[in-house]
């Protein structure tokens, strides 16, 4: 038996998220059954983590078991033959028994990325704003949520054991006509991103948001609204903790 780790870029645009589901398309269900395909036997693809409906990737990990003897090589290029256009696999190498693209990953990073002109060929890959936003505003904000605090506040669900998150950094890039949202942290919460990357919008238009009273509250009213999914990427998963 081998175990071999993907690294896996695709557009979110036609998928229903990662996660395989009843009667929808998925990433997760088109890389089982494009290995299944190349294996002969059924295959499950474990992923690092689940991205929602629209949402992209540049850098999802994933992992599964085989008794195949292709070598990493073979598998990333008969994978990409397989494979709809939507899908990239990057990068395969084969990793010990033992290794779970899941649980031992050490840290994400998500962009969330706004283009700040008008365009009809970028506007369901980046959200579209206006200019003149205050950038001084939205870094301010971002500052206040770097470290490990509770993320309750920017969380549309409860449903886990602790809503405590580290974030090992928290950036605002400018690549003009983009504006980039980069998080890196140990975990993430149900749409936290995308609630840290609304509240952050609003800061930079204008609104006064006090963001340790935010978090101090655990109250997803306080908080700025959730934006939509498909300025999105899952950039990395790091297996080793950076710095």
């Not at 990325?113 to 206006?130: D, E, M």
């Not at 870094?139 to 506040?153: E, H, M, V, Y």
């Not at 886990?160 to 400018?174: D, F, G, N, P, Y």
């Not at 963001?211 to 655990?218: C, L, S």
Request: glycine share 8%; with cysteine.
């Amino acid at each position: 038996m081998r175990n071999i780790k993907l690294t896996i870029e695709y557009d979110g645009s036609a998928f229903s998220g990662w996660q395989i589901q009843p009667s929808a398309r998925t990433v997760q269900g088109e890389i089982e059954r494009a290995v299944t395909k190349l294996t002969g036997s059924a295959v499950r693809v474990t992923g690092a983590g689940r991205t929602d409906a629209g949402v992209h990737a540049a850098g999802q990990a994933a992992n599964f078991h085989t008794e195949s003897d292709h070598s990493a090589a073979t598998i990333k290029r008969a994978l990409n033959n397989i494979l709809p256009s939507d899908i990239l696999i990057r990068d395969t190498r084969e990793v010990p028994l033992s290794f779970h693209s899941r649980y031992d990953a050490k840290y994400k990073t998500y962009n969330y990325i706004f283009i700040t002109k008008k365009t009809a060929l970028w506007r369901r890959s980046y959200l579209q704003v206006r200019e003149g936003l205050d950038i001084d505003a939205m870094s301010r904000a971002l500052s206040r949520i770097k470290g490990k605090k509770d993320f309750a506040s920017f969380a549309s669900s409860s449903g886990v054991k602790t809503t405590e998150c580290r974030i090992i950094s928290a950036e605002l890039k400018r690549r003009d006509p983009l504006l980039i949202i980069s998080l890196t942290a140990d975990r993430f919460l149900y749409n936290m991103v995308r609630t840290i990357a609304g509240t952050v919008l609003e800061a930079g238009r204008g609104k006064d948001y006090d963001i340790d009273g935010i978090i101090a509250a655990r109250d997803r009213s306080r908080a700025g609204p959730n934006l939509p999914p498909y300025a999105l990427y899952l950039i990395e998963v790091g297996y080793d903790l950076p710095g």
